[in-house]
């Protein structure tokens, strides 16, 4: 191999959070670095780095598997500016602004969302001085890939909990409270009952708290829709009796290794809602038995949605124009004056040099006169090298006339069977 080379992307964030619903108007920023170690020096001349993102839905039963839809596919320049790369390790930071009108990354058992970045460095040819020869190789791309993850937040102004109330009687209610409007898969769910008058209550009968899920998935290109039901029932962790008439339960979330909950997205090609059912038998004192639903809807997220709010909202930095630049100072005869002693001379050995090259082409059109003269003449021979055996009678030709230096280097030239060539 020419030269070794690794090339890396490495995220600032590993997961990039979308806040609040989809629209055009808020800007996520996905911040990175890429890192290239050389062991040897390359020519580099541009890299790019692109942004994908596929949605895949999973069809047995048609003839092609599987439905692919490409929901994002980007390229954007980093570097464009060829340059020479030494050894060692350079890096490249990168910052791409992403619309909130994205889907959530997705993973379920018939589809899934997902994204990734593909670098792309481009190389030219290398020359090795090995063997003086010249190895060329063709232009060829350095490629790394990274996926990405992006998590949909639920509006910062969502309520907190969910509150439900429903008359026992015409004077008596109770409260059926969710302290939180978010689960976590693994998380608790914690629901509180409030009664207006528990003396009305003898007995709760029965308890039941279900989590649905619903998931929903299109194939635009087969024009059909498959809808996956699951119903999970909770299981009660720990109950408690406070103060003001109110009853609490906790119940647990299933986590990924007893059972896959997956979060909420709002994907038009792959949608999963959920649910909270609560169903509760209150036999009162009079005998009655009232049976109560609760039904409402509710978001599954990948953690806590403390860990969420917590998180900065990233805005594109817009800088400000450079000033523009002073204006140039007035003309004066004296500014050739201000130039620094190093600089004079260095522009003295500039005209110097300018001088000595136009010599040769003075030089050479007085040869090229003198060659004319000479050709004028009969007897004269143009260009014909000198033998030793007309050096005597050249010796008198010579003292009315010097021959230019370029013959008299021509002395040592063997002689030439050619005639010469005259007039």
């Not at 030494?86 to 379920?108: V, Y």
Request: net charge positive; hydrophobic share 30%; glycine share 2%.
């Amino acid at each position: 191999m020419l030269f070794c080379k690794s090339l890396s992307i490495d995220l600032v964030e590993p997961v990039v959070y979308l806040h609040g619903p989809k629209d055009h108007h808020t800007i996520n920023i996905l911040r990175g670095v890429i890192r290239l170690q050389l062991a040897r020096p390359i020519h580099m001349e541009s890299v790019t780095i692109q942004f994908v993102g596929i949605s895949k839905t999973l069809w047995p039963e048609a003839s092609q598997h599987w439905d692919k839809q490409i929901l994002v596919d980007s390229i954007i320049p980093i570097c464009r500016t060829p340059m020479y790369l030494k050894k060692g390790t350079h890096a490249f930071p990168f910052e791409i602004l992403l619309s909130n009108a994205l889907s959530e990354s997705i993973e379920c058992g018939l589809g899934h969302v997902r994204y990734k970045l593909i670098c792309q460095v481009h190389t030219q040819p290398t020359w090795t001085p090995k063997h003086w020869s010249l190895l060329f190789h063709p232009h060829h791309q350095l490629r790394a890939k990274q996926s990405v993850i992006l998590v949909r937040l639920p509006p910062q102004d969502t309520p907190r909990c969910i509150t439900q109330t429903h008359h026992i009687t015409t004077n008596d209610q109770l409260n059926m409270v969710l302290e939180t409007a978010h689960l976590t898969p693994g998380a608790s769910l914690p629901l509180s009952l409030h009664l207006s008058d528990p003396s009305i209550i003898q007995s709760l009968d029965n308890l039941t708290v279900k989590l649905i899920e619903r998931q929903k998935f299109r194939a635009p290109s087969k024009q059909t829709t498959r809808i996956l039901h699951h119903e999970i029932t909770l299981q009660q962790s720990s109950s408690s009796t406070e103060e003001c008439n109110e009853t609490r339960f906790i119940y647990q979330i299933p986590d990924s290794r007893s059972l896959q909950v997956h979060p909420t997205t709002t994907n038009r090609i792959i949608r999963v809602r959920h649910w909270i059912q609560v169903s509760l038998t209150l036999t009162l004192t009079n005998g009655e038995t009232k049976d109560l639903w609760m039904d409402t809807p509710i978001s599954v997220l990948l953690s806590s949605l403390d860990d969420y709010h917590t998180l900065p909202v990233y805005q594109p930095t817009i800088h400000p124009p450079p000033p523009p630049p002073p204006p140039p100072p007035p003309s004066n005869s004296k500014k050739k004056s201000t130039l620094l002693p190093s600089q004079n001379n260095h522009q003295d050995k500039k005209k110097k040099n300018k001088k000595k090259k136009r010599k040769p082409n003075t030089w050479i059109s007085k040869l090229y006169a003198r060659h004319k003269e000479m050709f004028r003449s009969p007897s004269s021979i143009f260009f014909s090298p000198l033998s030793p055996s007309s050096s005597s009678s050249s010796s008198s030709s010579s003292s009315s006339s010097s021959p230019p230096p370029l013959y008299q280097e021509l002395d040592n030239y063997p002689s030439s069977s050619h005639s010469p060539i005259q007039r």
